[in-house]
């Protein structure tokens, strides 16, 4: 038997949208949460082709010096234009179109671009520049700057929906995109946006993507059983997992790049070895576990979404059953939970404190993630799997017991 915890997770505050009486709710959702990289920002699709951008520091010290329960976005009547004078500020953008993607992007460390041949481009990326990609209803994928909100390109290639977008984490400015349209994109925003390459393998809508720690790996999942590796050196196929029993829509690697969580409609979480593709663990939502079946139908236990925590050690996964829970890598039932209502999106701020979750009304609700000291075991794993990989792990001349724990097998 699996005892749940009486835990309950900390909640913090909340970001609400102000909703006029004619507001329907088609439109709404806020299909995507993310934190900039350094920390400066947090931002959310709040609906109707807004994006509202919020200095993270002064949006936490509001929820935890006031205990508020809201922070109203100040809308910017000329669509996100707003300069930020000293402190960054909150502000705006009209995106012009409904907000499905978002991504944070930023040169630091800086990397050169993959593209040797050109000498003269149109933007100059600065270590301090930090950009946003969103990703529109009408398949473009439009690049902001986040200090001042201006529109820096416009790409047009897409034939479906832009679902999903990640940067490479290597400061490359490698940008990819995922689309209903089947295909992903990877395009070189530091050669003017050009387009490198299109991923084709999906049979169906693609839902999400994500990067690999190094940038060297691609994870893409959609509306199939399947998770895809991607070779990004190559921009070829590795392998795809199989063990799902429906859709997978939400997939992220562990911080060291060791492990790989997906999400999917057949109530479950995996967590994976991406490099010899093994299923180490799988987090249950429904109890006893449903039939292969069942899993594959609708029920009220799907999967919306899946983070990894920077510490990695706790993930966050949100269900249709209006739960949010937080899991530990070394047990399997949640640690925590919380209640949230039509639960869409989930992503931890970048100390790993907090989980934000956006929800079908357009608000994000945010919770502290439960504290605990890692072991100098976990941290030594870490270190070491940042580094190297699970068939370089499995030729040490270590003891078994040894190789097992840094190969994430005890789980």
Known sequence: T??????????????????????????????????????????????????????????????????????????????GTVVPVGEPREHTIDCG????????GSSVPEKQSRCVNIEWHRFKFGQDQLLLATGLNNGRVKIWDVYTGKLLLNLMDHTDIVRDLTFAPD???????????????VWDLKDDGNMVKVLRGHQNWVYCCAFSPDSSVLCSVGASKSVFLWDMDKYSLIRK??????????????????????????????????????????????????????????????????????????????TDDRMVRFWTIDEKSPKAIAPLINGLCCAFSIDGSVLAAGSRDGSVHFWACPKGIASLQHLCRMAL???MSTQQVQTLPIPPRIRS???????
């Open 241 to 318: 997992l199989e063990g799902h029993h429906n859709d997978v829509v939400s997939c992220e690697f562990s911080p060291d790049g060791a492990l790989l969580a997906t999400a999917s409609y057949d109530t479950r979480v995996i967590i994976w070895d991406p490099h010899v593709g093994t299923v180490l663990l799988e987090l249950a939502h429904l109890f006893p576990p449903p039939s292969p079946i069942f899993a594959g139908g609708a029920n009220d236990r799907w999967v919306r979404s899946v983070a990894f925590c920077h510490d990695g050690r706790h993930i966050a996964s949100i």
């Open 171 to 185: 400061g490359s400015l490698m940008l990819v995109s995922a689309s209903r349209d089947k295909t992903l994109r």
């Open 97 to 104: 179109d409904i907000v499905w993607g978002l991504a944070f």
């Open 405 to 411: 724990y840094l190969s994430y097998q005890d789980l």
């Open 385 to 387: 799997r940042r580094v």
């Open 2 to 79: 699996v005892s749940w915890p009486q835990s309950k997770a900390k909640f913090i505050g909340e970001l609400l949208v102000p909703v006029a009486p004619f507001d329907q709710k088609s439109g709404r959702e806020t299909w995507t949460v993310a934190f900039a990289p350094d920390g400066s920002y947090f931002a959310w699709s709040q609906g109707h082709r807004i994006v509202t951008l919020v200095p993270w520091s002064k949006c936490l010290k509001n929820f935890v010096g006031e205990g508020s329960t809201g922070v109203g976005p100040q809308q910017n009547s000329e669509g």
